[in-house]
């Protein structure tokens, strides 16, 4: 039996279904499309969600309800916990701290937190955030940007950060 919390291993589910969430996906690609991967670290349960547009609508249509209110209070809840991560509105909705140049509302790492706590209503500590991107040469490993390893450490399972360590290095602990 395979160990859930080792980062090996669970790096390798998590590209399994980042690999699916990509060819699954059917709206534009760019080289700073991330599709963020959240592992259960208890049970085999996954859920992914991509940055931008593409993971909000999908968020949208996780979340149920009228498309309306569902994007108003999706919108509310992820600027009222990146203003209590200390992030500034401009940081929030346009450009971030991050030189990609998106505000953190942007990214896909929210959006994962979002539906972890208010649609499934579970502690994202138990869950590990996994972040890749596709590129010409495949799937590669894409460590949380400046926006969110501000926060995503502190909040998702440590094996988090134990992966980023592992395949970025150092600095993609800069800044937490």
């Keep these: 039996m395979v160990s859930r919390t080792d980062s090996t291993t669970l790096f390798d589910l998590a590209y399994s279904v980042a690999r699916d969430s990509f060819d699954a996906d059917s709206s534009k690609r760019s080289a700073d499309k991330v599709c963020a991967v959240a592992l259960n670290v208890a049970v085999d349960e996954a ?8 993971g909000f609508d999908k968020l949208v249509e996780r979340k149920g309800g ?3 209110d569902a994007k108003m209070e999706i919108t509310a809840k992820i600027t009222e916990f990146l203003r209590d ?9 346009q450009c971030g701290r991050d030189p990609h140049g998106r505000g953190a509302m942007n990214c896909a790492e929210p959006k994962v937190y979002y539906y972890l706590r208010h649609v ?14 596709k590129t010409d040469n495949g799937l590669v490993y894409n460590p949380p940007c400046m926006n969110c ?3 995503v450490y502190k909040h998702f ?8 360590q592992g395949r970025a290095g150092d600095a993609a602990l800069t800044g937490c």
């Excluded at 859920?47 to 593409?54: A, D, Q, T, V």
């Excluded at 991560?85 to 909705?93: H, L, M, Q, S």
């Excluded at 399972?157 to 980023?164: D, E, G, N, Q, Y």
Aim: charged share 20%; net charge positive; proline share 9%.
């Design 47 to 54: 859920i992914s969600l991509f940055s931008g547009k593409p």
């Design 66 to 68: 009228t498309p309306k």
């Design 85 to 93: 991560e200390g992030f500034k509105d401009n940081e929030i909705n």
């Design 120 to 133: 499934k209503n579970v502690d994202p500590s138990h869950w590990v955030v996994v972040p890749f991107n």
């Design 149 to 151: 390893r501000i926060w």
């Design 157 to 164: 399972h440590i094996l988090s950060r134990t992966i980023a």
